[in-house]
């Protein structure tokens, strides 16, 4: 049974923008904090953005002023809005709950972004 689903990665070029979404069970997820995270080639996984149930978000300092992490619980939807997109925020980026959270689900498929120089 899939309990996460990510979705709107692409190829982008540098500067330019793309939107990832993130639809969750709302009776596995829901009262828990959500984030973003993404894994490089031969990098490690690494937690790029986080927001928690009231929406108050934190960011990896170099994300910081380009990305924006929101969240819709009506719609058990999290957001990623990616702006001046450099060719280090390649990576395949994945959805989970978030800091804090008592229930860490297991990784789905991901969404690849690809950004050339």
């Known amino acids: 049974q899939v309990q996460l689903v990510e979705s709107g990665g692409g190829l982008v070029q540098a500067g330019g923008s793309l939107r990832l979404s993130c639809t969750y069970s709302?009776?596995?997820?829901?009262?828990?904090?959500m984030g973003w995270y993404r894994q490089a080639s031969e990098k490690q996984r690494e937690l790029v953005a986080s927001?928690?149930?009231?929406?108050?978000?934190n960011y990896v300092e170099s994300v910081k002023g380009r990305f924006t992490i929101s969240r819709d619980n009506a719609k058990n939807t999290v957001y990623l809005q990616m702006n001046s997109l450099k060719p280090e925020d390649t990576a395949v980026y994945y959805c989970?709950?978030?800091?804090?959270?008592?229930?860490?689900?297991?990784w789905g498929q991901g969404t690849q972004v690809t950004v050339s120089s």
């Open positions: 989970n709950t978030g800091p804090g959270a008592k229930y860490f689900g297991s």
């Open positions: 709302r009776s596995v997820f829901s009262g828990n904090a």
């Open positions: 927001i928690t149930v009231g929406g108050s978000p």
